[in-house]
């Protein structure tokens, strides 16, 4: 590999977009200035054979997703992406040309957001490890919190769940199906509509949640938080047209569990479900509505889906990372 200066001057952006930025790449610390939002910040962690595997992602997909999923997060935040800052454990079998392509990732995600690499750390090691640190804006009181869910509230979601497990399954198993590069794209290039939530700051409350470990996974983290009883209706979790020739019982576990699709889960009140609506027709995107936020004292915490008449809790048993033993 290159030495670490070279490799910095080549990651180093010539110029920088946002106007806040006072010092980027090239001291101890990046500095910005911002007197009028709040600052959001978010971090992921990606490591090779765990997050991803050269048999399903390049080096440029391995740079997109891992901005991707954090420009999700300040998203899910009610945020506008700002900065990211990219630490990096290098082992030896990577090449030069394999780390100028996951940069390419990095900026060609960041560049579609006008978002600024500031700053980061190289060092070598065993495995490839990439953390990025994403910071975002959003002025008060617009942050959208998990905790502020309100008895009476829309239950809706952004697009249509399950695809991106499709993909990695189309990928993983070699499966030839029907509009592959549809559900490959979903796994690999998770779209990100930051414009949609910059527009719904005309709703003062509103909770949002990025569906990055399944659907149920992400309800049971509203209820819990907001200490409110979640009702959903199973026959209106969109699902894409394309998804239906997969064997049925896969795609109705996918829709509730499988991670990955970055999608927005969120509640709203009544009076506002229009402006959601409306919001989402001039960005091309669609927002299902499925279900309420209901008054059940006995079941603070709690999510139920109505499937056939029959309410059923719905558990998180969403991915999780084991931790010790
Ligand atoms: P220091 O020794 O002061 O930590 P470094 O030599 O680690 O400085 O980094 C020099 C500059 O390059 C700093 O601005 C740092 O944030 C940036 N930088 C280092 N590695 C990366 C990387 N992988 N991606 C982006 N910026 C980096
Ligand atoms: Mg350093």
Not at 245 to 255: A, D, H
């Amino acid at each position: 590999m290159m030495d670490e200066f070279s490799f910095i001057e080549t990651i180093k952006q010539s110029t920088y977009k946002q106007s806040t930025l006072i010092k980027g790449i090239g001291d101890d610390g990046a500095v910005f200035r911002n007197r009028s939002s709040d600052i959001v910040t978010c971090v992921d962690t990606f490591v090779e054979s765990v997050h991803f595997s050269s048999k399903t992602m390049s080096f440029f997909h391995v740079g997109y997703k891992c901005l991707a999923v954090n420009i999700s997060d300040l998203c899910a935040m009610g945020a506008t992406p700002t900065f990211y800052l990219v630490s990096i454990v290098i082992p030896k079998s990577v090449t030069n040309e394999e780390l100028t392509e996951l940069y390419d990732g990095l900026h060609t995600i960041a560049s579609n957001f006008r978002m600024d690499l500031i700053g980061g750390d190289t060092v070598s090691g065993e495995q490839l490890i990439i953390t990025v640190t994403a910071i975002g804006y959003v002025p008060a009181p617009y942050a959208r919190y998990r905790s502020d869910a309100k008895v009476g509230d829309y239950i809706f979601v952004t697009g249509t769940l399950g695809d991106a497990q499709a993909g990695l399954e189309i990928l993983l198993h070699n499966l030839d199906v029907d509009h592959k590069e549809y559900f490959v794209t979903r796994h690999r290039m998770p779209k990100i509509n930051v414009d949609f939530i910059k527009n719904l700051r005309t709703i003062k409350r509103m909770v949002l949640n990025d569906i990055s470990d399944g659907l149920a996974n992400e309800l049971n983290e509203i209820a819990e938080s907001s200490c409110k009883t979640l009702l959903i209706e199973d026959a209106k979790v969109p699902l894409h047209r394309y998804i239906k020739q997969f064997p049925k019982e896969k795609y109705e576990e996918w829709k509730y569990y499988a991670g990955e699709d970055f999608e927005l889960v969120g509640t709203v009140a009544k009076k506002d479900w229009d402006t959601v609506v409306q919001c989402a027709e001039e960005h091309d995107i669609t927002v299902t509505k499925i279900g309420e936020v209901i008054d059940d004292p006995r079941e603070h915490g709690s999510v139920f889906m109505r499937k056939n008449n029959e309410l059923i809790r719905l558990d998180k048993k969403g991915y999780r990372h084991q931790i010790g033993k």
